[in-house]
């Protein structure tokens, strides 16, 4: 079993910044791909971004397009997400994800964090 820890959620205020981090226990042959997800309340949990971790492939939402950046540290089993100029609809709890591909579909991922919350303020 593959475990995730995110850290790195907080309150900002809109504008602002934050980065997340999301250390995997190990990697195996399912984890070639990590990605975050998020949820708002009342809202489905939606794809923010995935990396893979060989070839450096990213995917991203078209809403954080621009703003966010999905990296990795293959050393430290650890991918981040830099987030910038957060708005107000980018609250929610963030979920580290990890799975064999890129994938922009909860279904493609095998492994889950047990989220980060992010609350960006006026």
């Known amino acids: 079993q593959v475990q995730l820890v995110e850290s790195g959620g907080g309150l900002v205020q809109a504008g602002g910044s934050l980065r997340l981090s999301c250390a995997a226990s190990r990697r195996t042959s399912s984890t070639g791909a990590m990605g975050w997800f998020r949820q708002a309340p009342d809202k489905e949990r939606e794809f923010v971004a995935a990396?893979?971790?060989?070839?450096?492939?990213?995917l991203y939402a078209d809403s954080v397009k621009g703003r966010f950046t999905i990296s990795t540290d293959n050393a430290k089993n650890t991918v981040y997400v830099q987030m910038n100029r957060l708005k107000l609809e980018d609250t929610a709890v963030y979920y580290c994800?990890?799975?064999?591909?890129?994938?922009?579909?909860?279904?493609?991922?095998?492994?889950w964090g047990q989220g980060t919350q992010v609350t960006v303020s006026s």
């Open positions: 990396i893979s971790l060989e070839g450096g492939i990213t």
């Open positions: 994800a990890a799975g064999r591909y890129t994938a922009t579909t909860r279904v493609a991922y095998d492994h």
